[in-house]
Each structure stands twice: as C-alpha cells, then as structure tokens.
C-alpha cells in the first residue's frame, strides 16, 4: 500500500508490525518516444507489485533525480547530485525517526547511483538501519534475457518500453549506437550525439516478452524484503 492512501494512524499501527518500507527512486529525464518520467514509472511499478504481494509500505516516489546530461531535451528536470542526496537522506532519517529500519530501495536511474554511499554512511551512524539497493536494468536476470534474445539493452530502448512507460507510437527500426567516448559531454553535446534521445538498438519488442521480463525482475526483488541477500 502506498503512503498516499494512508493516514498517519494507519501508519503508527503498520509499525507495530512492521519495520520495513519501499523506496522508489527515480528521475525525469527524456526517454526518446517513452514518457518522461519512465525511470520512476517503472521502479514504482515495481514497488507497487511487491507491496501488494508482501504488505509492505511504499513511500512518495522520487519523481526527480539527477540527469545534467539531458538538460537540452525539454522536459528534463535535473536535480544536482548534493541536492539529491540530501533529500535522500532526510527522507530516510524521517522515517527512521518514525520506527522505519528496513529499507528497499528500488532505483530506475543510473544518475542516482551516488546515493549508494551515502546510505552506507547513514548505516554505520543509525542504528539498526538495513538498506537493500535494486536497479532492475543493471542485473544479471535483464542481462541473461537480453543475450538469449539478441536484443541490446540501450536507455530508453526496447528495455524500457513497457505498457506502463509508452506515450506515443515507436519505430519499428533498429538504432546504431553512437562510438563510444572517454570524453564527459555537456547536455548540448549529449544531445547531437544521440539526436532522438535512443542510445542504440531496437526501439521495441514483443510485449509478451516485456511482460515476461517484468516477472523477471519482480522475482528478483521479493526475496530482498528479507534483507539477508
């Protein structure tokens, strides 16, 4: 269930029971022809499959993250990585104010990954605090589905496309990739180069099989409620 159809003694009597809550962190970036806001829709997806199989709580998703890259896209909305992680951290020391110790992070873009060092910090400061980090696109499971299909797995490819994260009609064609490049682009660059905003391969697939990835990744993340993996 999600805080936004609780009150707050709904609540205090779920923490009686139960320490553990969902995190679902995200970002609202271009995704080419998917929505703006894929890389929280997908991890909240996620987060919402799993709080209605295990009962566990899912908190506010974090619709913005950090993507300086994509600024010359519009619709892009960046936060920059301090800001980021400071709102992180007092979301999480809220909730472990409030009695919250276990915490599933499930996040759907790779801008975020810094927060990874800041929730180890917070762990070696706050007692009896458990996080367990999740970014679906970068596990073995979508890697071994991809290999055995011959699909590459690309931003906002094929990978992405979902029901859910679909705004509009894809191309049926296969994208090269652009040459890869030791050098950091600034947005203006970042977009030339990769013009519609696709990285590379089919901009679609079989949704049979988007849907069987999704079991895929669901099947992954229920046994991290369990916080021993």
Same mark, same amino acid.
């Given at each position: 269930m999600r805080f936004e159809d609780m009150n707050w003694m709904q609540v205090e009597e779920y923490l009686k029971q139960d320490d553990r809550v969902i995190l679902a962190l995200g970002a609202c970036e271009q995704h080419g022809y998917l929505s703006l806001l894929t890389d929280i829709r997908i991890p909240m997806a996620l987060a919402d499959a799993v709080g209605q199989q295990s009962g566990v709580v899912v908190?506010?998703?974090?619709?913005?993250?950090?993507?300086?890259?994509? %600024?010359?896209?519009?619709? $892009?909305?960046?936060?920059?990585?301090? !800001?980021?992680?400071? #709102?992180?951290?007092?979301?999480?020391?809220?909730?472990?104010?409030?009695?919250?110790?276990?915490?599933?992070?499930?996040?759907?873009?790779?801008?975020?990954?810094?927060?990874?060092?800041?929730?180890?910090?917070?762990?070696?400061? %706050?007692?009896?605090?458990? $996080?367990?980090?999740?970014?679906?696109? !970068?596990?073995?499971? #979508?890697?071994?589905?991809?290999?055995?299909?011959?699909?590459?797995?690309?931003?906002?490819?094929?990978m992405e496309a979902f029901p859910f994260t679909r705004v509009a009609e894809l191309p049926d064609e296969v994208k090269s990739p652009a040459e890869p490049t030791a050098r950091i682009l600034n947005a203006a660059e970042t977009r030339q180069r990769n013009g519609d905003g696709m990285y590379g391969g089919a901009y679609q697939t079989d949704v049979k099989w988007m849907d069987e990835l999704f079991e895929l990744c669901l099947a992954d993340v229920l046994p991290l409620l369990d916080f021993q993996s």
């Open positions: 908190a506010p998703p974090f619709n913005f993250g950090v993507s300086p890259y994509f %600024l010359a896209y519009p619709g $892009t909305i960046s936060l920059r990585m301090s !800001t980021f992680i400071e #709102v992180l951290e007092d979301v999480v020391r809220s909730l472990y104010g409030q009695g919250f110790r276990r915490f599933l992070v499930l996040n759907g873009h790779g801008g975020n990954d810094s927060a990874r060092v800041r929730l180890t910090e917070l762990s070696n400061e %706050l007692g009896n605090l458990e $996080t367990s980090w999740y970014a679906w696109w !970068t596990t073995p499971t #979508v890697k071994r589905f991809a290999e055995e299909r011959g699909l590459l797995p690309e931003h906002a490819s094929w």
